[in-house]
């Protein structure tokens, strides 16, 4: 069974830092791209950023310049370094990673999984 669990959140000033981790766990063959996600109250999730297996990078435009994210294949880990955090940041961060399993007959699954979330709150 594959996991991600987050860690990192927590409650910081305006124009602070975070860094967000996530790691995943389980029978894994391989892991497409990964990124972050953020949902805050009465409005839709939101693709923070996305990192590639080759590194390439996509970011929001609210975050871009701000936030950095990173991973590293060998620990099935990816990172959000969070700097100059706004109070509109304060969200639920959510790890997403599309990830290739094997299936009980040979082969192979390719399956999106998500974290279970991490609280960051920018206070003013």
């Known amino acids: 069974q594959v996991q991600l669990v987050e860690s990192g959140g927590g409650l910081v000033q305006a124009g602070g830092s975070l860094r967000l981790s996530c790691a995943a766990s389980?029978?894994?063959?391989?892991?497409?791209?990964m990124g972050w996600y953020r949902q805050a109250p009465g409005k839709q999730r939101e693709l923070v950023a996305a990192?590639?297996?080759?590194?390439?990078?996509n970011y929001a435009d609210s975050v871009q310049g701000r936030f950095t994210i990173s991973r590293d294949n060998a620990r099935n880990t990816v990172d959000l370094q969070m700097n100059s955090l706004k109070p509109e940041d304060t969200s639920v961060y959510y790890c997403?990673?599309?990830?290739?399993?094997?299936?009980?007959?040979?082969?192979?699954?390719?399956?999106?999984?998500w974290g279970q979330g991490t609280q960051v709150t920018v206070s003013s």
């Open positions: 990192i590639t297996s080759g590194g390439s990078t």
């Open positions: 389980g029978i894994i063959f391989s892991i497409n791209d």
């Open positions: 997403n990673a599309e990830i290739v399993t094997p299936t009980v007959w040979g082969g192979r699954k390719l399956s999106k999984y």
